[in-house]
């Protein structure tokens, strides 16, 4: 027993030797492939086709997805752009994928960004790709050893799950010259693991602090007078000040604007839960809040926020125009008052949750606030209620000169608050 023991620490350590030398190698203060990956309007189309296109196959059955070169490197940047400003190339040759990835880091002494390249194949006819070549920067390590290290950091981190649910129904994937077919199993029950493993949010209980303070507040408000979105936010922002840190203030961040955002949008918010979650509880007050005398700047605000904190700005913005110009073609119209709020909950989820010392700043910010003013400025004089014909008459397309030259004076305006600065 004892023998095990030894041994067993030995090849721990062995390990995460082995996974500090790559951390090394591959981290410096140059990318290997640029930044700014940006995301247009027929992305988002993409994007949205791709992501439906399991939910076409039945529970318990077998279905296929073909992805080109083009779908795969969207699909891989919108997913890591997720998490932090990075970049991804896929290419595909002889047969095989070639990933180059970069990633920013946070502040440290060894470098901003971390790269790494590699190939997945198929070896010997196998029905699963894997990898048959990996770099750590310069350093070219064999594929078996990088599989290892990969396979062990996945399965002993908080990815492990993840890796599970997005691998357990892919049964096989054929990459071919041009593009990689993936075969798969809609299992009924992997379905209804990852909904709830993915939606585990709203039931964290690190968010029941903020969810009872937010109870407290709606049992309070005085019902003769409109609820200012200001009035939800700055009390918890000032709760979260206090239960923070710099380890901390990000995660906390994100559980007070989804909080919000999960009461603010709260129809929304049920069009996505089964019939059961979706009852109101019984005996609980709800009130609109408002920004600006208005109840869809406050859901426009908050929502773009969630979605910035939870997901990534530029995604947020681009749904913020889809949604305008959707309005256009036959709903209440295409609204730059509403993209104004939509932009400024972008922002405002940016600095809540890009950097622990930003995530501190608005924390601290947010607690003093005088009303909304203080992060949202008046939108009320900007054009709205246009439908398709005035949009395009008037101003062609969101990439036409007078377009643009409005967006940025909406940029501007959030600029020139103090909390954005």
Same mark, same amino acid.
């Given at each position: 027993?004892?023998?095990?023991?030894?041994?067993?620490?030995?090849?721990?350590? !062995?390990?995460?030797?082995?996974?500090?030398?790559?951390?090394?190698?591959?981290?410096?203060?140059?990318?290997?492939?640029?930044?700014?990956?940006?995301?247009?309007?027929?992305?988002?189309?993409? *994007?949205?086709?791709?992501?439906?296109?399991?939910?076409?196959?039945? =529970?318990?059955?077998?279905?296929?997805?073909?992805?080109?070169?083009?779908?795969?490197?969207?699909?891989?940047?919108?997913?890591?752009?997720?998490?932090?400003?990075?970049?991804?190339?896929?290419?595909?040759?002889?047969? $095989?994928? $070639?990933?180059?990835?970069?990633?920013?880091? =946070?502040?440290?002494?060894?470098?901003?960004?971390?790269?790494?390249?590699?190939?997945?194949?198929?070896?010997?006819?196998?029905?699963?790709?894997?990898?048959?070549?990996?770099?750590? %920067?310069?350093?070219?390590? =064999?594929?078996?050893?990088?599989?290892?290290?990969?396979?062990?950091?996945?399965?002993?981190?908080?990815?492990?799950?993840?890796?599970?649910?997005?691998?357990?129904?892919?049964?096989?994937?054929?990459?071919? *010259?041009?593009?990689?077919?993936?075969?798969?199993?809609?299992?009924?029950?992997?379905?209804?693991? *990852?909904?709830?493993?993915?939606?585990? %949010?709203?039931?964290? =209980?690190?968010?029941?602090?903020?969810?009872?303070?937010?109870?407290?507040?709606?049992?309070?408000?005085?019902?003769?007078?409109?609820?200012?979105? !200001?009035?939800?936010? $700055?009390?918890?922002?000032?709760?979260?000040?206090?239960?923070?840190?710099?380890?901390?203030?990000?995660?906390?961040?994100?559980?007070?604007?989804?909080?919000?955002?999960?009461?603010?949008?709260?129809?929304?918010?049920?069009?996505?839960?089964?019939?059961?979650?979706?009852?109101?509880?019984?005996?609980?007050?709800?009130?609109?809040?408002?920004?600006?005398?208005?109840?869809?700047?406050?859901?426009?605000?908050?929502?773009?926020?969630?979605?910035?904190?939870?997901?990534?700005?530029?995604?947020?913005?681009?749904?913020?125009?889809?949604?305008?110009?959707?309005?256009?073609?036959?709903?209440?119209?295409?609204?730059?008052?509403?993209?104004?709020?939509?932009?400024?909950?972008?922002?405002?989820?940016?600095?809540?949750?890009?950097?622990?010392?930003?995530?501190?700043?608005?924390?601290?910010?947010?607690?003093?606030?005088?009303?909304?003013?203080?992060?949202?400025?008046?939108?009320?004089?900007?054009?709205?209620?246009?439908?398709?014909?005035?949009?395009?008459?008037?101003?062609?397309?969101?990439?036409?000169?007078?377009?643009?030259?409005?967006?940025?004076?909406?940029?501007?305006?959030?600029?020139?608050?103090?909390?954005?600065?």
């Amino acid at each position: 027993m004892k023998l095990l023991l030894r041994l067993s620490f030995h090849l721990l350590c !062995a390990l995460l030797i082995l996974c500090a030398v790559i951390v090394f190698f591959a981290v410096g203060d140059e990318p290997d492939i640029a930044l700014g990956w940006t995301l247009t309007h027929e992305d988002i189309i993409r *994007a949205k086709k791709i992501l439906h296109e399991g939910s076409k196959t039945k =529970p318990e059955a077998l279905g296929t997805i073909e992805l080109s070169k083009d779908d795969l490197n969207l699909a891989a940047n919108y997913l890591l752009n997720r998490y932090s400003k990075s970049a991804v190339h896929i290419s595909l040759k002889d047969n $095989k994928l $070639k990933f180059i990835v970069t990633t920013t880091l =946070p502040e440290n002494s060894l470098g901003k960004y971390l790269n790494i390249t590699f190939r997945l194949g198929n070896v010997e006819g196998s029905q699963l790709p894997t990898i048959t070549k990996f770099k750590a %920067g310069k350093l070219l390590l =064999p594929a078996n050893l990088a599989a290892f290290v990969i396979d062990n950091v996945i399965r002993h981190s908080s990815l492990n799950e993840y890796f599970i649910l997005a691998t357990r129904p892919i049964k096989a994937v054929k990459i071919d *010259a041009e593009k990689i077919t993936i075969t798969y199993f809609s299992n009924l029950g992997t379905l209804i693991q *990852a909904k709830n493993f993915l939606t585990h %949010g709203a039931d964290d =209980p690190a968010m029941a602090v903020y969810q009872q303070k937010l109870a407290d507040i709606i049992e309070h408000h005085d019902p003769k007078w409109r609820l200012s979105l !200001a009035e939800i936010l $700055k009390p918890l922002f000032e709760l979260a000040y206090q239960r923070s840190t710099l380890d901390n203030a990000i995660e906390e961040n994100r559980f007070v604007i989804i909080t919000v955002n999960d009461y603010v949008n709260k129809k929304e918010t049920r069009r996505f839960l089964s019939p059961q979650d979706a009852k109101p509880q019984t005996g609980q007050h709800y009130y609109s809040a408002f920004l600006y005398k208005r109840v869809d700047l406050a859901q426009h605000f908050i929502g773009s926020a969630a979605i910035t904190a939870s997901v990534n700005g530029q995604v947020s913005q681009v749904v913020g125009e889809e949604k305008e110009l959707s309005d256009a073609q036959g709903g209440s119209g295409f609204s730059f008052i509403d993209l104004a709020a939509d932009k400024a909950g972008t922002r405002f989820g940016e600095m809540a949750t890009s950097t622990p010392e930003n995530a501190r700043k608005i924390q601290q910010a947010m607690s003093v606030i005088r009303d909304y003013t203080d992060f949202m400025p008046d939108p009320r004089d900007l054009p709205e209620h246009m439908n398709e014909a005035d949009f395009k008459s008037r101003y062609g397309s969101v990439n036409s000169s007078a377009y643009q030259d409005l967006s940025r004076q909406i940029d501007e305006r959030i600029a020139a608050i103090p909390l954005y600065q």
